[in-house]
């Protein structure tokens, strides 16, 4: 007599590949906070300065770079492509950190910001439609807060979200590097 133990094998189920995980995880935070940025945006009329919007960049590398390394990890491709496609994932999202942190300090007065935070430029039109086309101008300015939550504005919650991303890309290289 048999056990149902004995009967059937053991089943260990394969645990996914730390690059998927980590590409998977960064792609899905990127899209989550594009989304709420894009929320902001459109829904609460936050508009965003040019600071703001040069710190979406990395997050629309982020995107279609973590679902690469994502399908060429479940694809089985070579080691070395994944550790590429995850340094620069880290790599990216630590620069974006670093642009928040710069951000952040121009909001707080530590520094100067760029000189450049002059708002969208627009088609005035002929002169005599220039002096009203004016007055609807709204200049976004780097170095003043449109929203905080306990104490820190957007910059200073993308400096959070970009380690965040970044330490999850380091991981997945480190766990990567190591199989």
Same mark, same amino acid.
């Given at each position: 007599?048999?056990?149902?133990?004995?009967?059937?094998?053991?089943?260990?189920?394969? !645990?996914?590949?730390? /690059?998927?995980?980590?590409?998977?995880?960064?792609?899905?935070?990127?899209?989550?906070?594009?989304?709420?940025?894009? %929320? %902001?945006?459109?829904?609460?009329?936050? #508009?965003?300065?040019?600071?703001?919007?040069?710190?979406?960049?990395?997050?629309?590398?982020?995107?279609?770079?973590?679902?690469?390394?994502?399908?060429? /990890?479940?694809?089985?491709?070579? =080691?070395?492509?994944?550790?590429?496609?995850?340094?620069?994932?880290? *790599?990216?999202?630590? /620069?974006?950190? @670093?642009?928040?942190?710069?951000?952040?300090? #121009?909001?707080? @007065?530590?520094?100067?910001?760029?000189?450049?935070? !002059? @708002?969208?430029?627009?088609?005035? @039109?002929?002169?005599?439609?220039?002096?009203?086309?004016?007055?609807?101008?709204?200049?976004? =300015?780097?170095?003043?807060?449109?929203?905080? %939550? *306990?104490?820190?504005?957007?910059?200073?919650?993308? #400096?959070?979200?970009?380690?965040?991303?970044?330490?999850?890309?380091?991981?997945?290289? #480190? /766990?990567?590097?190591?199989?």
């Amino acid at each position: 007599m048999t056990t149902q133990s004995a009967a059937i094998p053991a089943f260990k189920q394969a !645990s996914p590949s730390p /690059a998927l995980t980590a590409a998977l995880l960064v792609t899905l935070i990127a899209v989550a906070t594009i989304a709420g940025a894009w %929320f %902001f945006q459109l829904v609460l009329g936050i #508009v965003p300065c040019p600071l703001c919007l040069e710190q979406r960049y990395a997050y629309y590398l982020a995107i279609p770079l973590g679902l690469l390394i994502a399908l060429a /990890a479940k694809s089985g491709a070579p =080691r070395p492509l994944l550790l590429a496609g995850l340094a620069i994932l880290a *790599l990216a999202t630590l /620069a974006n950190a @670093g642009l928040g942190t710069y951000h952040s300090g #121009v909001e707080w @007065g530590f520094w100067k910001g760029p000189t450049d935070c !002059s @708002g969208p430029v627009i088609n005035l @039109g002929s002169a005599a439609d220039l002096l009203s086309k004016l007055d609807t101008v709204k200049v976004v =300015r780097c170095d003043e807060v449109q929203w905080r %939550f *306990l104490g820190l504005s957007l910059a200073g919650y993308n #400096v959070l979200i970009s380690l965040l991303m970044a330490a999850i890309a380091a991981w997945g290289f #480190v /766990a990567t590097a190591k199989r």
